[in-house]
């Protein structure tokens, strides 16, 4: 049951209008600190932009009518501008009906409310992550861990660990999985002859992640079912010296075609246990960047289901990676606000620490190769154009500066194709909010052009620490300085922040502390064991982090006035801490350790902690 898709009209070019009570509401400047200064540098556009979408497929009615129900809080921080503080609200049928600074006991009997809610504990809006993989993560949950080992003897410690737990896995049915592995502490790639060395680990039909997802390392039982000799791939990588078993980017798909992929029942579970998970870091919502077309419809059938606790932005992605697959070019949109889909998701290049990002020049630890792009720059920009004048958001994974630099050619081809070669493409990108997913490495001549077409950034924070003891080797100093890890650069562009689940791990405290501190949220300590951030000119305020995990997300999803602010009418999602979030006595390192006492989605609660 499709509709039509509609083109969009054009809107107004955002000068940093906020999502408010009134869609025309503008906030000025203010101190750097101020709340107002941080909603105004995040959003770039007004409401106005939410009745310029297209039609949509929607599946489901709204959601059932419940009484209201009033919460109060010793204080609630709601990142709306006109009201920024409140004591309490009322939630009736999923949303917020009325926030106010404070409820008597007699106004609360006026309005006959019911069943109200007391507690001492603090309010934020309900977090959002910006960039995730869901199945991937529930994937992640019940696999091996192979995060932080730093050895190989490691590495096959961990797997023989979980083969005695799980003596059904490495079967041909059920290959043993796992995520987390990085050469950079193993002094070289790892090999097939690495796992078979080990009397428990040989014969196992064995696939296992590097820390990024771009590459896999592929037990000798895996490589055994690939052509022989196993060829090259376009836009992918069999690394073959010290010897075979890791392959990259769009050489993995050799390995996916033999792959014993979960049934619905497997990933229905694992759905459930990252949502969960998700929700004891304070999550609400996140951005699924990259979901196929069985995926997309397994989703629409459990959404809404008792076990759905976290709102998804889905990005479609075809059967066929990096193409336009018009039979699925439609999109959902829930009368519940739990899932929508309008935005589709391709790959310009692979990682950087695999040397699989794609450079405009050598890499600086390894001048042979420039890495490489996963899809030619001509193919991109016009799948770009395809998806563009379906009337979906396109969003491009772009970390080396070529890719980057391809992902905005390509946007600006679809700008002037959607709104002509005259247009204000500024007022055109505000309408479709195309974005960069991950815009890692960008020319200082690229980031003045995504100023200028005001392309929204989606980035990591947590990356940055994470690559921080290698990207300098990577890129040397002068790129590592004037192009890579940007955050406070991008400000005025609203820069959405997530985490890239699994990649790492999904708590976005962890990710405002990156942010803030520029420091390792594992350890409290910058490049090297230094006590000072890295980088820390691109530092972001901790107002800043946060509405980059509320408002920024919400901008990016065209869901302003809904998610990530506590104001009539948005989303009832909030989170409950024992410690205000702000505040002369709050120290940015507790960040790092803060425990959510309470998850709330819809009215809802979805969580709460054992103590």
Not at 124 to 152: C, N, R, S
Not at 182 to 197: K, L, S
Not at 472 to 482: C, D, N, Q, S
Not at 567 to 574: Q, T, V
Request: net charge negative; with cysteine.
């Amino acid at each position: 049951m499709g509709a039509t898709l509609e083109k969009p009209q054009k809107g107004t070019k955002s000068k940093n209008e906020i999502p408010a009570a009134k869609s025309d509401s503008t906030v000025k400047s203010a101190p750097a600190l101020g709340l107002g200064t941080i909603l105004s540098l995040f959003a770039a556009a007004s409401l106005a932009a939410l009745g310029l979408r297209a039609k949509y497929y929607s599946s489901v009615a709204d959601s059932q009518t419940t009484a209201p129900q009033t919460h109060c809080y010793k204080s609630v921080l709601t990142l709306d501008t006109e009201h920024p503080t409140a004591q309490c609200f009322t939630v009736a049928n999923g949303l917020f009906t009325k926030v106010s600074p404070q409820e008597t006991e007699s106004e609360l009997k006026r309005r006959g409310v019911a069943d109200d809610v007391a507690s001492d504990g603090y309010v934020i809006p309900g977090l959002w992550d910006g960039h995730g993989h869901l199945i991937d993560y529930g994937e992640m949950l019940v696999q091996v861990d192979l995060f932080g080992a730093k050895t190989l003897d490691e590495v096959r410690k961990r797997l023989r660990d979980y083969i005695r737990k799980h003596p059904d896995s490495g079967t041909k049915e059920r290959w043993l999985r796992g995520i987390g592995w990085d050469q950079t502490d193993f002094g070289r790639m790892p090999t097939a002859a690495d796992i078979e060395q080990d009397p428990e680990l040989k014969g196992l039909y064995l696939y296992v992640d590097r820390i990024d997802g771009h590459c896999s390392l592929a037990s000798q039982a895996v490589l055994d079912l690939l052509p022989n000799p196993i060829p090259d791939v376009p836009g992918g990588e069999v690394i073959r010296d010290p010897g075979l078993g890791v392959l990259c980017d769009n050489a993995l798909a050799m390995i996916l075609e033999h792959y014993p992929k979960p049934d619905d029942a497997m990933k229905t579970k694992y759905i459930t246990a990252a949502m969960k998970a998700l929700n004891a870091v304070g999550i609400v919502g996140m951005h699924n960047a990259g979901t196929d077309p069985a995926s997309v419809d397994l989703l629409s059938r459990l959404a809404g289901g008792d076990d759905w606790t976290v709102r998804m932005y889905a990005m479609r992605e075809c059967a066929e990676r990096n193409t336009f697959c018009a039979g699925n070019a439609t999109k959902i949109e829930r009368g519940d606000g739990l899932l929508h889909v309008r935005s589709v998701k391709l790959f310009a290049d692979g990682a950087l620490g695999s040397w699989g990002a794609a450079m405009l020049e050598p890499y600086a630890d390894n001048p042979a190769t420039t890495g490489s792009l996963l899809i030619d720059e001509g193919v991109l920009a016009a799948v770009t154009r395809q998806w563009a004048a379906a009337g979906f958001q396109v969003n491009i994974h772009a970390i080396g500066d070529r890719a980057n630099r391809a992902a905005i050619d390509a946007f600006e081809a679809a700008l002037r194709q959607e709104c002509g070669a005259s247009a204000d493409l500024a007022t055109c990108e505000h309408d479709r909010r195309f974005r960069i997913e991950h815009a890692q490495i960008v020319s200082p001549q690229d980031q003045k052009r995504m100023h200028a077409l005001r392309i929204l950034p989606s980035i990591q924070p947590t990356h940055a620490t994470s690559d921080m003891r290698y990207a300098a080797a990577r890129l040397g100093a002068e790129r590592t300085k004037h192009a890579a890890y940007r955050m406070k650069s991008f400000l005025d562009i609203g820069p959405v922040l997530g985490s890239d689940f699994p990649v790492e791990p999904p708590n976005p405290f962890h990710g405002m502390y990156a942010a803030v501190a520029r420091k390792s949220p594992a350890t409290g300590l910058g490049k090297d064991g230094s006590e000072d951030g890295w980088h820390v000119d691109e530092a972001l305020t901790l107002e800043q982090a946060l509405w980059g995990f509320t408002g920024a997300p919400a901008y990016g999803g065209f869901l302003e006035g809904k998610a990530g602010q506590i104001k009539e009418g948005a989303y009832a999602d909030w989170v409950v801490l024992d410690e205000p979030l702000s505040g002369a006595e709050f120290e940015v390192e507790q960040l790092r350790t803060l425990k959510v006492r309470e998850t709330w989605v819809a009215g809802k609660r979805v969580y709460k902690r054992d103590d």
